[in-house]
């Protein structure tokens, strides 16, 4: 029997999962759409996962989670590990392209740079609070063009003349779109100009000031665009590296952190047949209201959090009996 | 007659040192505003206008709510940035809300100077004398002194106490005790005190800690609320913390021509309220060998929008990183959480490779 890692990245619009062996090899692996509930997501996950692993040659010895779900999930699955996305996916990345120097990765509403040296992230920002530039924000307009994201970029690469889009907000750059689409822009013009946007405003808002060093490796869901890609490479004036398992990169980092934490909790798929259950409590202790939030194993406490003192921490265990 | 009841925004810890003052040259009640609370920013967003920057909003609160427990008389500083409009606009705010008030507002004249602060409290005490307003100002001095000698040192410590909470609740308990002090020598007990029992907390520091800087903009710093409390979440995982930025070293102690000395190799003039200190301290904390900074600002500050260029050279020149936060009137702790997680993560690698 080989020891094998589940890691899973619960992002905002995505949910990814990938089991890899103790060389790192992948074994199992699965995207699908987070739909606003993660813990529903992730037992679909897990149902994918459960049918492409080989019970009686791996064994799941650890689990990592990542993505903005983490805490969640990571109480679900009795993760060995819980990490931030940018620390997984500069792990990810840095395994399998140890030379890197930069790694721009935009998701679904965050992206953030990463600065590599020897290795060793050594600077990284992320987008303030704002989603422009990112996937949700392309995803978006293209529904407005009435596109399938899929087909957003190889449209884009038959544009001759990207028509310009004003990229800093999403607000104004969505009516920038709209007016130009009216003057009679071609629309594959009108969707390069949004893969132009898209990285301009990522080079100015999110990696301002940075020394973007090559070799760059691109990733997150946006990295399969490959109209972003191409526009990436104009800006940089170099080659911008996309892995094949760009997607799951954060998975797939959160994994190997599983694996070198030399922690270990048995793992079983049956977990995707428990009922857990979260539950929202309006703290009254004073007026921060904190809202705590409870998660339910088949109707009992695990796991609680959101209290910023005591007063909180107290309110829960009394409402340990009752669900 | 009734004794009015005046009242002071909070800021960090320093409604303390305000009330002693006060109330050595005001014949009258201090009352500190409620805590400052989720509830407290909501009210003075609500009343706010919508770009003006997140102390305002703070202040406003603080005040809507001082007013609601009974407070009469309101006080304002003055201010080296737009700080110097707010009180105009929070009375007026505060007005059409219906309040009735007096309010002292320091905008017009320079709160550093004792002579500027004695024109205007003779107005409201007419009973008030130099003297009387020199020793109150010394004492005030002195303690804000002493208190921001011993957070540095909670700062540095905290992290690493043998039992948590113990330095917390022994400051607790020493700030309690310096509301109620009207004289220096009572001033100088307490200090002597409390720094006795703070020294012999049992500390666990480890040889070399990892060592974080915050700098930024002064509200923002100061009051923890207003920066999601980010100091106790470096504490908690082990980092030492400096802060150079508190009252004595911005106002009491503060040669803004040394300042542009030590800078000149950045800037050649004061971009305007903490953002050459911002500087300064930026290039400090990255000679004596600390492994990050982390600068806050509240969104839409002027002076330390343009500190940020030029502590990216910084970042640059001594290879240190430096994570920026802005922060408005969002409540939500998990980006932040993400973004200090990430960077703990990143500076403890740092670390482990130099070994």
Redesign the interface.
């Known amino acids: 029997m080989k020891k094998a890692y589940l890691g899973v990245d619960i992002g905002s619009i995505s949910t990814k999962g990938v089991v890899i062996d103790k060389h790192n090899k992948i074994i199992a692996s699965e995207y699908l759409w987070t739909e606003g509930n993660p813990i529903k997501a992730v037992k679909r996950l897990l149902k994918k996962l459960d049918k492409q692993v080989d019970k009686d040659e791996y064994n799941i010895v650890g689990v990592g989670t990542t993505g ?1 779900a983490r805490k969640l999930i990571g109480v679900v699955l009795d993760a060995v590990v819980v ?5 997984a996916h500069a792990v990810g990345t840095t395994t399998f392209y140890p030379d890197v120097r930069t790694i721009f990765e935009i998701g679904g509403q965050d992206s953030k740079i990463i600065l590599v040296d ?1 290795g ?7 987008n ?2 704002c989603a422009a530039g990112t996937g949700s924000f392309l995803s978006s307009q293209s529904a407005r063009l009435g596109i399938e994201v899929e087909e957003f970029g190889p449209l884009a690469l038959t544009s001759k003349n990207p028509t310009n889009i004003a990229a800093r907000c999403t607000v104004f750059a969505e009516s920038d779109l709209v007016h130009k689409a009216q003057m009679g822009h071609k629309k594959e013009d009108i969707v390069a100009g949004l893969c132009k946007a898209v990285v301009t405003n990522y080079l100015n808002n999110v990696s ?4 973007i060093a090559a070799p760059i490796v691109f990733q997150g869901g946006v990295s399969k665009n490959v109209g972003v890609i191409k526009a990436f490479e104009e800006a940089c004036e170099c080659a911008v590296t996309v892995d094949p398992n760009s997607h799951l990169m954060g998975a797939i980092g959160v994994a190997i952190l599983a694996r070198k934490s030399k922690k270990e909790k048995p793992f079983s798929f049956s977990v995707q047949d428990i009922n857990f259950q979260t539950k929202g409590i309006d703290c009254n202790g ?4 904190c809202e705590i939030i409870c998660v339910y194993r088949d109707g009992e406490l695990i796991d609680s959090w959101g209290n910023r003192c005591e007063r909180g921490a107290i309110k829960q265990k009394r409402n340990k009996v009752k669900i | 007659m009734k004794k009015s009841k005046i009242s002071f925004p909070h800021m960090g810890n320093y409604c303390v040192p305000i009330e002693v003052v006060l109330s050595l040259i005001l014949d009258c009640e201090y009352l500190t505003p409620p805590p400052i609370t989720k509830k407290t920013l909501e009210i003075g967003s609500k009343y706010s206008p919508d770009f003006v920057c997140a102390p305002f909003k703070y202040n406003l609160g603080c005040y809507i709510e001082a007013l609601e427990n009974g407070a009469d008389t309101l006080i304002q500083t003055g201010g080296v940035c737009r700080l110097s409009y707010y009180g105009e606009l929070h009375e007026q705010i505060l007005r059409d809300l219906g309040y009735e008030f007096t309010f002292i507002n320091f905008g017009d004249s320079e709160i550093t100077k004792p002579t500027a602060i004695y024109e205007k409290m003779k107005k409201y005490n007419p009973k008030l004398t130099v003297k009387r307003l020199a020793r109150a100002l010394m004492i005030g001095v002195r303690m804000i002194d002493i208190m921001d000698k011993i957070e540095d040192y909670i700062r540095e410590n905290v992290g690493f106490e043998e039992e948590e909470g113990t330095l917390e609740n022994l400051y607790d308990a020493m700030l309690k005790e310096l509301r109620t002090v009207r004289s220096y020598k009572s001033l100088k007990k307490i200090n002597k005190r409390y720094k006795k029992m703070m020294k012999k907390v049992k500390i666990n520091k480890p040889k070399n800690p990892i060592k974080v800087g915050f700098v930024g903009e002064y509200y923002t710093t100061l009051e923890p609320f207003s920066n999601h409390f980010i100091e106790k979440w470096l504490a908690k995982h082990e980092i030492v913390v400096t802060r150079k930025l508190n009252i004595s070293n911005t106002i009491f102690f503060r040669n803004p021509k040394n300042i542009v000395k030590k800078v000149k190799k950045y800037m050649k003039y004061d971009i305007g309220a903490t953002g050459m200190d911002t500087i300064k301290e930026a290039e400090w904390l990255a000679k004596h060998g600390y492994d990050g900074i982390i600068h806050v600002k509240s969104f839409g500050c002027t002076p330390e929008m343009d500190a940020m260029p030029i502590l990216e050279n910084i970042s640059q020149d001594y290879h240190i990183p430096i994570l920026y936060f802005s922060f408005d009137s969002q409540t939500s702790e998990i980006g932040i959480e993400t973004r200090l997680e990430a960077f703990y993560d990143m500076i403890e690698m740092r670390k482990e490779k130099k070994k």
């Not at chain 1, 060793?120 to 992320?126: Q, S």
């Not at chain 1, 301002?208 to 020394?211: E, F, H, I, T, V």
């Not at chain 1, 004073?286 to 209201?289: E, F, I, L, T």
Request: charged content about 30%.
């Open positions: 903005s990490k931030n996305e940018i620390t020897d060793i992230v050594v600077d990284y920002a992320m303030t609070l301002k000031g940075k020394r004073c007026a921060n209201h």
